[in-house]
Structure formats: structure tokens, C-alpha cells
């Protein structure tokens, strides 16, 4: 926990460096240090030990050449020796004993000499005694004759005195007289006083001193437990060696001390005897040691102070950082609304909080952007959807059946390649007796085509009851779709008029797809001449295509979606597929089959590829039998015309057609055709009116076509009425009036070169009165 | 069928014309003619009575020729009166609205009402004056 701070890591990392760099140095100025002191040490301890020894040496020479100057003056003085001994004894304090002893004459009956023996008692006084009356005589004992030998003077080694309970060491010097050892001098050297001079030695704390004799036994030791025990022999061999005066033992013989030890010795002249001096090698290093740990605990302070500081430091500098931390998990929650760290400082962190809060800000904007740019799509989807419904809202139901008399039924299926597309199609009842059906493309995809779907959708309705016929309504419907259409879209546009009554069906297209004939043998396609596309040239026209459907015969009308519906690669349907995919239809399927089966084959055939284009199908099936209508051809003549009209009556009869209609019929085909024999040919050329009757049950429905002027009766003045008609100069318009009043329904439309009138007249009610 | 005329004068200020049949524009001509030949002999004030009990069929021409009637008996200072008109013909009036109501009869009795009144009127206009 504490390490994820990186003041605290920081701090310790500092610490662990700074010890690490501690450690290095400390560990090589101790050791330079160390060999600095070692050095000294040595010299030190070696000057120590050659001044000892020196001081040692002196007070050996002194008993050496007070024993030297006895045997000199006893040569000649023997008989006073006694008095020599004592006055030798009183000044030489490290003598506790001397003796003169001299050899016996040779002849055994002389008395010995006498040799006397001056030492120190107990309480300071000198007593002597003759050595030559002791019970062992003297004159043989190694000691005399060893000492005969030392003409020089030599030590002895050194003994244990029973009588004095000290010990001694001897000095004997031979007494010569006339160059020959007559007796020797012995001097009884206590060892007190070489203890003394090692105690009293300026050592360094802890080391101590020896001295070793020839033999390599310990003469003098600051532990008086191994005075008289031989010295160690690893001591003994590098003693011996002769090597430089300072040697390394790894274990000191004395018990007291631990550890390796420095031992450092120096010969003792006149004497076979060594001092050594012997340093623990823990105590040369002791005072550095104790002076490096002290530096090192100060130092390991010290850094614990850097480091304490680096971590107050860091973490009052980085406090921000925390915060800005905290306000990041804000930010990543989407909490954009809070308080940030005050910046009053210019340096990283400053310019870190104060790119953190302009990055809130811009992030509030950007989300505010993002969120207004999500509304609007959603708006835009939710709109879209909506343009879909009102889309599919202008197209009429999928499935129209002839609800009078079931003579014909229609099926449709439209389907975007995207929301909203530019396939239509329609259909509507003109009048009772005319069903107008239409399928159409437009140019484009997308939005701009769906709304000039919609626009020729539209216009095709509202245009279809002034039009009457598909070549009028594509020609009104090309004219007002050119207007304004900066763009260029165009339509194209199948128009069929059905006469609900025969199954007569009357086709125009403005460059779409030829439609197909199904249901009698192979599926046929009904390749006629069209027009242009609606939207881009005014001036077009749009032949007609006469088609009379048989019963159970089905006209196909699709849209380019289903011919060039595309595989996987990019292989179009086609004519041929469609034709065959139809073939495959039996001939009494319901109308839906043909838009199952031909869907289902393009499906199958375009598998998983993305629809292109917006298909479009609509089937038109005629259950109906045909009507044979009934046709009255009038020359233009008025004899003809009534002629006519007594056999339109009598065909109306025939037909049982009530005499009250019957009678109405004639008034207005009487009116009308009057009307058109006297103006319609102004010219005086022969012309011809057609009539042809379709007797009802409910409805007389006649249509009127000549080939005179163009005359449409719905749109002569309608006469001042009422009014006397005896007041007028001229009576006209009368007869149209009563026309138009007594038809029920009146239509008109201009062909290229013919009116064309239809005419309706439904029967009275019960009561008389006709709706 | 074709039109056919009656015309008979119950006095010498008042003629009654039966019509019947057809009153068409193949056929008012006839009635025409028969007017031009009988309304100069009624006197000047005289009445025109047309009974249509027989007509079965009128058209606009028939009703232009019952107008040129009219318009020549009011020249005379006479009246045109109309009498039993069958529904086609009362249908076709009715949509032209071209003749006064008050001239238009559907019994004999009715008329003879009117015609009494009227030469009430008449008389007692003479007496006044």
C-alpha cells in the first residue's frame, strides 16, 4: 500500500541508493583506513617492542657487566670476594643472588675453596653461606660447569627457586686467572622485574607482552599462567623463520584473547631471548571500527532525514496529482462537474492541472456534441422511420379484390433497399367502372426519390379523374412532374386503365418495364412502344396499348429491382429468369403465387448479397368473363342520330332497363348528340359518333366518342336560370344543362382526335328520387 | 313515334293544342309550324292552352318551341298556359326552371279555376276602369 505512492518509493529508492553509495565508500575507507592504521600499528608496535627490548637489554647488561667486573676483580681478589658479592648485591636490585664459586684443587686432600653465596632473605637483608660445605659438592653439578664454559658470561636457563619460591634465572661468567676458568661467578637474576618492565610497557589497550627464552619457553608474560610454558609452535616457527617483525597469527595462544592477533617481536641483544608483542588484531581495528559505525549510523541518519524529506516533498508536490487522479475516475464515470486543485504553481503539475481542467471543459463540449450529434441521429432515425410509415401509408393495401363483383383481384409487394425508396405503386377506382393501377421507379434511391415518389404518387390521383386515360395521365403527370425539377429525377411509370366490366385494358408506360402477360400458355412479354420518362421532357407522348384480358389471365407490372437483382458476382436476373421463374406458375394459382414464386427465385438467386435496388411487383388478375358491349354508330347527320337513338332505346329495353331511365338516357344522348351533329363539324366534313352502351344492373353507363371538334360539355356556361326562356334572345346551353343534370356521372376527355364522353346513369331508388 | 298536334278553339280568345308523342329536335319543327299557322288566328289577349296529357317526351328543342310560344303570345298581349305535363316532360321542366309555375297545370279543373279567375279579373279591371 504505502509503495503505490511514489513519494514513498521515490523516497525509498533515494535511501536505498544513497546506502548502497554509503556502503561502497565506507567499505573502502575502512579498508584504507584500516591498512592505514595496520601500518601504523606495525610501526608503532614494532618501536614499542625494539624499545623494550631495549630497555630489557639494558638491565640485563647491567647484571651482566656487574658479574663480568666481579670475576675480573675476583681472579685476582678471590679472598675478598664475599664483600664484593655484597656490595655488588646491594647496588644491583635485580640481583637477588651471587655466588663465587671456584674449582677445587686437584689434589683431593686440600680443602675446598671457599665460595661464598650472598643473597637476599625475606626482609631485605644479605645472608651468605659457603657453598663448598653443602652436602652435594657443587663441582660437579651441570651449572659449574656449564658456567666454566662462559668465559663471555651466558644465561642460563631459567628455574624454579624451591627455597625462594621464585623464578630465577642464572648468569654465570667464568672467573679466569692466567687464561684458565678457575671458578665461575653465578648471578641469580629474578624475573620480577622483567614482569615489571612488560607491565609498565606503553601497550595499546588489550595487546600484551611476552618474552620468549632460546628454547622457546616463555621467560616473562602479561599472563602469568604461561610464564615457563613452551610458546605456541606456529608462534615458535614464524619466530624462528626470521621474518619481518610483525607476523599475523589467526589464533593467539593466550586463552585471554580471542581472535586473530598481530604479534611483533624484537630480539633482545646479549641474550637469545625474543619480546614479542602481541596486538588482538580486533583492537587495531577497534577504534576505526567503532569511528566507521558511528559515521555509519549518522550517515543512515542522515539519509533517513534526505529520504523523510524527499517524501514530504514529493508527496506535497505531487498532492495535486492524487486529486487529479480521483477527478480522472470522475471524468471516466462522467462526472464533469468538480472541484479542481487550486493552480497557483507554473510548474508540471500546475500545467497538468490546468490541462486537466481544460480538458473537462473540452470534454463537457465534446460530449454535450456527441450527445447533441446522438439526438439528432436518433431525431434523424426516428424521422426516417416515420418517412417510412408515411411511405408505405401512401401505397395502397397489398391486396385489392374487386368488391362488386369480384371480377378482378390485385396483388402488390413493394420492398425498400433502404427506409424509404423510390419504387410506387398504385391503384384506385377511377369510377365504378375503371380501375387505374400503376407501378413506377424512380431514378434515384434514398430519401430525394422517396419524395418524388411521393410527389407522383400524388399527382397521379389527384390527375387521374381529370386524365380518364393512361396516355392523358402520363402526359399531365409528365408535365407537372418537369416543373421546378431542377434536379432532374425522373419516374418511369407503367399506367394501365381496367375496364372493370370487360377486362378492356388500356396500357401507356413512360419508359418502364414491359409488363407480363400470364396465365394462357407461356408468360408473354408485352412489348409496345413507350414514352419517355416522366420529369425531363414536356414534350412526350405516350401511346396506348389496347390489351383485352382473358379469364384468369394475370398482367405482371415490376420494377427493374426484380431483372436486375445481382448475385454474389454481380450476375443480373434477368428477363429470361423472370419469364421462366413465372412459366413456373400453374395456370389457376392465386394471384399472390406469381409475387411468392417470383420473390422467392430472385431471393434464392441473389442468396445473401445486399438488395440493390427497391423491389416492386404487382399482379393483376381478370376472373371476370367478358361483356360484350353493345355499340350504336351514328353518322353525323340528325336523321341518323335519331335513328340511333330509337335503337339505343331499344337496346335498353332489351336489356330491361327501366323506361324512366330509359327515357333519360335518350333525353341526354338526344341533347348531346344533337349538339354534336350541329357543332362538332363546322367544317362540313362526315363524321362519326359511337356509342356504346353498358346496360348494368345498377347502372346504365354509356360512352360517347365522335371525332368532331374538341368540345367538352362540363365546361359550357351553365344557362341563367331560372328565368323565362320566352325573355332570351337566344336559347342556348339548355340542352347541355339538361345533360349534365340528369346524368348522373359525366366524364370527359380529349383523345388525339376524339371526345370521348362517358356517361352514367344509376337506377332510381324505391322512392323515385334518383341519388 | 312521332309528335301529334290537336289544336281546337273553345272560343275565339282561346285555342287549346293538344300535343303528343315525341317533342324533340326532330320533331318540334312540326309544332312550330302548326303554332305559326294557329296563333294568328286567336284574338289579340287571347290564351294558348297546350295540353301535354298525350306528350310523352320532351327535349331541349320542344322546350325552345314552347318559349317561341310564349314569347309570341306575350307579343300579342296573350297568355301561354301549360296543362298535364307527364313526369319526363314535368322533370325536364323542373331542371330548366324555364317556365313560371303558375302556368303550369296538372288538371283540367285546375285550369278552369285559373281561367275564371283570371277573367274575373278581367272583368272587374273593365268595370274599375
Known amino acids: ?771 | 313515334m312521332t309528335l301529334s298536334l290537336h289544336s281546337n278553339f273553345s272560343a275565339p280568345d282561346r285555342v287549346v293544342v293538344q300535343v303528343g308523342g315525341r317533342l324533340d329536335a326532330m320533331t318540334f319543327g312540326e309544332l312550330d309550324e302548326a303554332m305559326l299557322v294557329l296563333l294568328p288566328r286567336l284574338d289579340v289577349g287571347g290564351t294558348v292552352v297546350i295540353d301535354l296529357a298525350g306528350l310523352e317526351y320532351v327535349s331541349s328543342a320542344g322546350l325552345r318551341s314552347f318559349a317561341k310560344i310564349r314569347k309570341s303570345m306575350r307579343a300579342r298581349g296573350g297568355h301561354t298556359l301549360l296543362l298535364n305535363p307527364q313526369p319526363q316532360v314535368r322533370k325536364v321542366f323542373d331542371i330548366v326552371k324555364a317556365v313560371p309555375v303558375n302556368e303550369v297545370f296538372t288538371s283540367t279543373q285546375e285550369l278552369d279555376a285559373y281561367l275564371d279567375r283570371m277573367q274575373r279579373q278581367i272583368t272587374e279591371g273593365d268595370s274599375d276602369a
Request: contains cysteine.
Open chain 1, 1 to 771: 500500500m504505502v509503495l503505490r505512492s511514489i513519494a514513498s518509493r521515490m523516497a525509498l529508492w533515494v535511501l536505498a541508493g544513497s546506502t548502497l553509495v554509503l556502503a561502497a565508500i565506507g567499505v573502502l575507507l575502512l579498508s584504507l583506513t584500516c591498512a592505514q592504521i595496520l601500518q601504523h600499528t606495525h610501526r608503532e608496535a614494532a618501536a614499542l617492542a625494539a624499545s623494550a627490548g631495549s630497555e630489557i637489554q639494558a638491565r640485563i647488561d647491567r647484571v651482566a657487566i656487574s658479574a663480568q667486573m666481579l670475576a675480573t676483580i675476583i681472579a685476582t681478589r678471590q679472598d675478598s670476594a664475599e664483600p664484593l658479592l655484597r656490595d655488588t648485591l646491594q647496588a644491583n636490585h635485580d640481583i637477588d643472588g651471587l655466588a663465587a664459586v671456584f674449582r677445587p684443587s686437584s689434589s683431593p686432600v686440600d680443602a675446598p675453596p671457599y665460595s661464598p653465596f650472598v643473597n637476599r632473605v625475606d626482609n631485605g637483608a644479605l645472608a651468605s653461606r659457603d657453598l663448598s660445605s653443602d652436602a652435594r659438592p657443587y663441582w660437579n653439578s651441570n651449572w659449574f660447569l656449564g658456567g666454566l664454559s662462559c668465559s663471555a658470561g651466558c644465561w642460563q636457563r631459567p628455574f624454579l627457586s624451591l627455597s625462594r619460591q621464585r623464578q630465577l634465572i642464572n648468569y654465570s661468567v667464568a672467573i679466569s686467572r692466567e687464561g684458565r676458568p678457575v671458578g665461575i661467578i653465578n648471578a641469580d637474576v629474578t624475573l620480577d622485574w622483567l614482569h615489571q618492565i612488560l607491565g609498565h610497557l606503553d601497550k595499546p589497550e588489550g595487546a600484551y607482552a611476552f618474552v620468549l627464552d632460546s628454547d622457546g619457553d616463555y621467560l616473562a608474560h602479561d599472563n602469568p599462567a604461561l610464564v615457563g610454558k613452551r610458546g605456541a609452535p606456529a608462534l615458535l616457527e614464524v619466530l624462528a623463520s626470521d621474518q619481518a617483525e610483525s607476523v599475523r597469527l589467526p589464533v593467539a595462544q593466550n586463552a585471554q584473547v580471542h581472535g586473530a592477533v598481530w604479534v611483533y617481536s624484537a630480539p633482545i641483544e646479549g641474550t637469545r631471548w625474543r619480546l614479542g608483542l602481541v596486538v588482538p588484531e580486533a583492537q587495531i581495528y577497534a577504534g576505526v571500527r567503532r569511528i566507521f559505525l558511528w559515521s555509519l549510523l549518522l550517515g543512515m541518519l542522515a539519509l533517513l532525514g534526505v529520504a523523510l524529506i524527499i517524501l514530504l516533498t514529493i508527496r506535497r508536490t505531487m498532492a495535486p496529482l492524487g486529486m487529479l487522479a480521483d477527478r480522472a475516475e470522475h471524468v471516466a464515470r462522467g462526472e464533469l462537474d468538480f472541484e479542481l486543485p487550486s493552480t497557483s504553481r507554473h510548474d508540471e503539475v500546475g500545467r497538468l492541472t490546468q490541462s486537466f481542467d481544460q480538458m473537462r471543459h473540452e470534454l463537457a463540449l465534446h460530449l454535450q456534441d456527441l450527445a447533441r450529434v446522438a439526438r439528432e441521429k436518433q431525431r434523424l432515425a426516428s424521422e426516417l422511420e416515420i418517412a417510412h410509415q408515411i411511405q408505405i401509408g401512401l401505397l395502397p393495401s397489398e391486396h385489392y379484390l374487386d368488391a362488386v363483383c369480384a371480377y378482378f383481384e390485385l396483388h402488390a409487394a413493394l420492398r425498400p433497399a433502404r427506409a424509404v425508396g423510390g419504387d410506387l405503386y398504385s391503384y384506385f377506382m377511377l369510377d365504378p367502372e375503371h380501375f387505374f393501377v400503376m407501378v413506377g421507379d424512380v431514378s434515384d434511391k434514398g430519401i430525394p426519390a422517396a419524395l418524388f415518389m411521393a410527389q407522383t404518387i400524388t399527382l397521379a390521383k389527384a390527375l387521374a379523374p381529370r386524365a380518364q386515360t393512361p396516355r392523358n395521365l402520363l402526359q399531365l403527370l409528365n408535365l407537372e412532374l418537369c416543373r421546378g425539377n431542377d434536379s432532374c429525377m425522373f419516374v418511369t411509370l407503367l399506367c394501365g386503365l381496367l375496364d372493370t366490366k370487360s377486362g378492356n385494358l388500356v396500357l401507356a408506360s413512360a419508359g418502364h418495364e414491359p409488363p407480363i402477360l400470364c396465365g394462357h400458355g407461356a408468360p408473354q412479354l408485352l412489348d409496345f412502344t413507350t414514352g419517355a420518362v416522366l420529369g425531363l421532357y414536356e414534350d412526350s407522348d405516350y401511346p396506348e396499348h389496347h390489351q383485352r384480358l382473358r379469364q384468369g389471365e394475370t398482367l405482371l407490372m415490376y420494377t427493374d429491382g426484380i431483372t436486375e437483382a445481382s448475385d454474389h458476382h454481380q450476375q443480373m436476373y434477368g428477363i429470361e429468369r423472370t419469364l421462366g421463374s413465372l412459366a413456373q406458375v400453374p395456370p389457376a394459382a392465386p394471384t399472390a403465387g406469381y409475387i411468392e414464386r417470383l420473390l422467392g427465385d430472385v431471393d434464392r438467386f441473389v442468396a445473401d448479397a445486399a438488395q440493390a435496388d427497391d423491389i416492386t411487383l404487382l399482379a393483376l388478375t381478370w376472373h371476370g368473363a367478358a361483356q360484350v358491349d353493345v355499340e350504336v354508330c351514328v353518322a353525323s347527320q340528325l336523321a341518323d342520330v335519331f335513328a340511333g337513338l330509337d335503337r339505343c332505346e331499344h337496346l335498353l329495353q332489351e336489356a330491361d332497363v327501366i323506361s324512366s331511365l330509359r327515357s333519360d338516357v335518350r333525353l341526354v344522348l338526344e341533347e348531346l348528340l344533337v349538339n354534336t351533329v350541329e357543332y362538332g363539324y363546322p367544317d362540313g366534313r362526315s363524321g362519326q359518333i359511337r356509342v356504346v352502351l353498358h346496360p348494368g344492373p345498377e347502372t346504365v353507363t354509356v360512352e360517347l366518342i365522335d371525332d368532331g371538334i374538341a368540345f367538352d360539355p362540363l365546361q359550357s356556361v351553365c344557362p341563367n336560370l331560372p328565368g323565362d326562356l320566352a325573355d332570351r334572345e337566344q336559347i342556348g346551353g339548355l340542352g347541355i344543362h339538361l345533360a349534365r343534370t340528369v346524368t348522373s356521372e359525366m366524364r370527359y376527355t380529349r383523345n388525339a382526335h376524339s371526345n370521348h364522353l362517358l356517361l352514367r346513369f344509376i337506377y332510381p331508388n324505391q322512392d323515385g328520387s334518383s341519388s
